[in-house]
């Protein structure tokens, strides 16, 4: 099993930058893909990003790519989501998952662990 918790969110101004992290405990992450995937209000889950198990390569939804840079880090057990140039349309709950790497990262049944969510807000 593995636990994951996301931390970082909060409230920003429009342009602002915020960087998540999400920490794993349990079992190495060093095996597993992860992903970060965001819900807004009314909204279905959506993918934002995804890196391999050793950070070689990484993906991007297109309404993110060239703002936000995922990374990690499997000697700390930790990915990150370094996000900059906020907009409104970023505001939604992010969520830090791992799975089996997979041809589909894009989707959220691909992967088996979550963590709760943190919340970032984008004011304007």
């Known amino acids: 099993q593995v636990q994951l918790v996301e931390s970082g969110g909060g409230l920003v101004q429009t342009g602002g930058s915020l960087r998540l992290s999400c920490a794993a405990s349990?079992?190495?992450?060093?095996?597993?893909?992860m992903g970060w995937f965001r819900q807004a209000p009314g909204k279905e889950r959506e993918f934002v990003a995804a890196i391999n198990w050793s950070g070689g390569s990484t993906k991007y939804a297109s309404s993110v790519k060239g703002r936000f840079t995922i990374s990690r880090d499997n000697s700390k057990n930790t990915m990150w989501l370094q996000m900059n140039s906020l907009k409104s349309d970023d505001t939604a709950v992010y969520y830090c998952?791992?799975?089996?790497?997979?041809?589909?990262?894009?989707?959220?049944?691909?992967?088996?662990?979550w963590g709760q969510g943190t919340q970032v807000t984008v004011s304007s």
């Open positions: 998952a791992a799975g089996s790497e997979s041809y589909y990262y894009y989707d959220p049944r691909s992967y088996d662990y």
């Open positions: 349990g079992r190495t992450l060093s095996t597993y893909a």
